[in-house]
């Protein structure tokens, strides 16, 4: 099993572990996004209003389309970011970290690529998350039971015909500067730490290679991801309102229109809302995800070898 594989086998078990741990936050952060009216419930009040409605299982409407959707868009960016870092480390002399255009190119080409085979699973989770079954609307109130991924498969196929897999796809395709802005300040960081660490064993007089540990992933997946979402988060509402099919959201003539009508119509709030929960969700997700993938990672390259070793000797 080459690298790329293993890395991307690595991310996606990642990404499903840290989805499963976070998933209550996606469903509010999704709900307060694409609601247009002003509110002014706190994260407990809005728990406790799903609960009261809709059981403890509304807090995890659309976890499965969710996670085949974490496991599809981790598994396909670990393997093109991988096979792309490999492509620019062997294509120069020098060192083998990547400088912060380099992580910005890798970045783009594994966001790009997948946004677009991702983008209809997360149309079906963002419209199980938030769909008032019995109205033509999509509405994140009085939803009496939550829906099926062939039952919400087949809504969106009437309502808007396979193209409806596809809503929201440009402030999505937008959106790959997050993980851009993620992964590059995460690399950018790794290399501080390990360069910060070096210098401090060389003043010791050791000539040993500083490793990371799973608490420094941890650390370091969640500051990345902080910044990335801060900075993006107007568009995760663009999308996230085009994605669910929401009525007010038919009026976005493209991704910055839609962004200046929200601010027009809602105040900067409206840019806004949703933010805390994602923030925690985000952070959380991403610390899971870097600190579990590395540790998957290694675990999976040390059975591979192990597997393939007797092999070799026959």
């Known amino acids: 099993m080459s690298d790329s594989a293993i890395h991307a086998l690595a991310g996606a078990a990642g990404g499903i572990m840290a989805m499963t741990a976070t998933y209550p936050l996606v469903v509010l952060s999704t709900r307060a996004a694409v609601e247009t009216k002003n509110h002014s419930k706190t994260v407990v009040q809005t728990i406790l209003d799903i609960i009261k409605r809709e059981g403890p299982w509304g807090l995890y409407s659309g976890l499965s389309s969710s996670l085949v959707g974490i496991a599809v868009t981790n598994g396909v960016y670990y393997y093109f970011y991988e096979r792309s870092r490999g492509i620019i480390l062997n294509s120069r002399e020098g060192t083998k970290a990547l400088s912060t255009l380099e992580s910005m190119l890798a970045g783009l080409i594994a966001g790009s690529a997948t946004t677009v085979i991702s983008n209809p699973i997360w149309v079906i989770q963002a419209s199980q998350a938030v769909h008032k079954p019995g109205s033509d609307t999509w509405a ?43 992964y590059t300040v995460f690399e950018q960081l790794k290399n501080i730490l ?121």
Do not use: C
């Open 194 to 314: 390990i360069e910060s660490r070096t210098a401090k064993l060389r003043t010791r007089g050791s000539k040993a290679v500083p490793v990371l540990r799973d608490w420094d992933y941890f650390l370091l997946g969640a500051l990345s991801k902080l910044v990335a979402t801060a900075l993006t988060y107007p568009y995760i509402v663009v999308k996230s309102r085009l994605q669910v099919g929401q009525s007010q959201a038919s009026k976005y003539k493209s991704s910055l229109h839609g962004l200046a009508l929200i601010l027009k119509e809602e105040g900067i709030r409206g840019l806004y809302k949703g933010i805390g929960s994602k923030l925690l969700q985000s952070v959380l997700t991403a610390a899971i995800l870097f600190a579990g993938q590395r540790r998957i990672y290694e675990l999976t390259k040390q059975a591979v070898t192990s597997v393939s070793r007797p092999a070799l000797l026959k």
């Open 140 to 182: 994140p109130q009085n939803t009496p039971r939550t829906l099926g991924m062939l039952e919400t498969v087949n809504q969106i196929l009437t309502k808007d015909g396979v193209t409806g897999f596809w809503r929201g796809i440009g402030p999505a395709l937008v959106l790959v500067i997050n993980p851009v802005i993620q």
